[in-house]
């Protein structure tokens, strides 16, 4: 049965939260009076359906159910999660927790997704303060994996611990923040940077592009891999932070910034902010410019997947949790996945190295299902590639869903053959074929040998089995 997810509110925040539970397999139930509100969601949904899948290897778990509903209590009818997000005013929230908790599960989890209130502020008119944390997630909600939790001393503990399990099952990273303050730990340093921004413009010292440039070329991408703490302590070369502290710490007396001090918003300064704005960014839409935002991000976690480090890491481990274990077939569906952007070339489609890889990951999954997976190699043994001969039959391209089928032609001895067919999924169209000739080796020796008995026994049963599929 699947799990519930209520979301209470569906603008951008609200609308990637449902994304984000929905093709993690959750069923969700939306509220929002605003008529727009499905034709709203749906966008965001397209955009993270295109997006999501890409940071992956293998297939999401299959799509949950969307339902929109006219009142709160019927959405949160059977809800395990309730996440609510509507606008940044204290009185409305608490009026909608009060509404919600009439209706809704005791044990249900109510997170908010406030960038300002405190948990304690939230929790301050409830029914069961206990029951409500704070979840402030950052946009998009369905690519970017931090989420602040923060909790008072009347979170019970395990529900703590319930909600940051959740929230990781979704491919999030939970930031427990055990004491509250306002605006949390993240959006402190957005105001930071945002107030020494509005200075820059207001003093004609540099332009939104200019100031959105010194960010995405220097210390944006640092900041994206490193955060700001372990950045500083390379700058201390080989001694270290403290060399750094005491290097620069002197820097923090000079009047540089302004940031107990923020210019006031007048009509004219807001005015400058706009048409620069439009200067910069508005020969593009905002979907344009979310398609664009998305891009750049899946490019760049996909990049930190390959070096195992920061959102790369949590992907890693969330797709672990994501693979399902083959069947003997014939064939085995040894792949299933969606085709990232940054695999596509300036032709539109899929890059011909791209297939070569596709396919080795097919050769790994049916490795690892006749026994030599990753603890059989660092044992010493594995497969070697001697012969692939690659067929290109139709384009593929980026955000299409396929799968590979695997048949084991030859298994005996020190041999084993894969014959592959790389298909669209929704058309079942073969793309490209693959014919792959694979030798036992030693690792050691560096020369082929027969593979372990369980494993050859594995294979030699696939390989009858599939013989005349």
Known sequence: MS???AIIGGGVIGGGWAARFLLNGWDVRVFDPDPEATRKIGEVLAN??????MLYDVALPPEGKLSFHPTMSETVKGAEWIQESVPERLELKRKVFQTLQEHCDPSAIIGSSTSGFKPSELQGCATRPEQIVVTHPFNPVYLLPLIELV?????????IVRARETL???????????REIDAHIADRFLEAVWREALWLIRDGIATTEEIDNAIRYGFGLRWGQMGLFETYRIAGGEAGMRHFIDQFGPCLQWPWTKLMDVPELTDELAQMIADQSDAQSGHLTIRQLERKRDNNLIAMIRALRQQGNAAGRLINDHQATLLVPLA???????VRRVIPSDWTDYNGHMNEGRYGQIFSDAADAVMAHVGADADYIAGGLSYFTVENTIRFLAEAHAGERVRVETRVTQGEGKKLRCYHEMKRESDGEVLATSDQFMLH???KTRRSCDPRADVMARIETLAKLHKDA
């Open 3 to 5: 799990r519930v997810a």
């Open 48 to 53: 993270a359906r295109h997006a999501l899948p």
């Open 151 to 159: 909790t008072t001393e009347k979170n019970p503990p395990a529900l």
């Open 168 to 178: 990781a099952s979704l491919g999030q990273f939970p930031l427990h923040v055990r």
């Open 328 to 334: 003997d077939g014939p064939p085995i569906v040894s």
């Open 441 to 443: 080796v030693d690792l």
